[in-house]
């Protein structure tokens, strides 16, 4: 629903459309994620419908400010890209090389996902777009990856053992104080990576959404 990016009303109105569709068909909500993009109007609209029953997949989240607030929505899942966010940094600054620990993306994930453990949040880290098999040998232990095929031949293929990267075994902290629109804004304003890559993304997808429809249009 890239389209709806920016209203919360009306990406609310067709999540419920289309599981009204799946459930239907006989498919529970239990095997359905409404994909929303994680601007401030989508993670208001995925904190309703979890209220609902409704679990969402938060992706297009690039900024520690996203994850934060759609942590403090109750969001089922959230999907930050790791290889975009090394695109970003390999074409706008003079670095174009990263060990996987130094990745920025990598940073980014790892970053997430021991603030949310470290708060009790319940919101499933699950790590996307990689680059490279470093990147997601790096991030081992994260709640959730998803992996490209031609990066699971590389690592089935692959020798030696895995060990985990991503664990936490601290004291679990008190939370802070919900973030506000204002400081959402704020803060995801002042990466500029994250500004450019989120903007980008809902751009494409409805690029994308737009081709879907006319393909489905040309059979009807």
């Not at 090394?86 to 670095?95: C, R, S, V």
């Not at 996902?113 to 470290?118: A, I, W």
């Not at 919900?178 to 990466?191: G, M």
């Not at 990576?193 to 429809?213: C, N, P, S, T, Y």
Request: charged residues 25%; glycine residues 6%; hydrophobic residues 40%.
């Amino acid at each position: 629903m890239p389209r709806l990016s920016y209203d919360t009303t009306a990406s609310i109105a067709k999540a419920k459309r289309i599981i009204k569709l799946y459930n239907d068909a006989g498919i529970g909500n239990d095997r359905i994620l409404i994909k929303l993009a994680s601007t401030w109007q989508g993670i208001c609209a995925a904190e309703q419908l979890e209220k609902e029953g409704i679990n969402c997949n938060l992706t297009l989240l690039f900024s520690f400010a996203q994850a934060r607030a759609c942590a403090e929505a109750g969001v089922f899942l959230i999907s930050p890209f790791v290889g975009r966010i090394l695109d970003w940094y390999k074409a706008n600054t003079d670095k174009k090389e990263y060990a996987p620990a130094e990745d920025p993306g990598v940073v980014s994930v790892s970053e997430i996902y021991e603030y949310y453990k470290q708060h009790g949040y319940e919101t499933v880290v699950m790590g996307a777009s990689f680059r490279n098999v470093g990147e997601i040998l790096e991030l081992a232990g994260c709640d959730r990856l998803t992996i490209a095929p031609a990066l699971l031949k590389e690592l089935a293929e692959s020798e030696g053992a895995i060990e985990r990267k991503l664990t936490f075994s601290g004291e679990v902290k008190a939370r802070p104080e919900r973030i506000t629109e204002s400081q959402f804004l704020w803060q995801h304003n002042q990466d500029p990576m994250a500004v450019d890559k989120l903007a980008e993304g809902i751009r494409k997808f409805a690029i994308d959404q737009e081709k879907l429809e006319k393909m489905i249009g040309d059979l009807l």
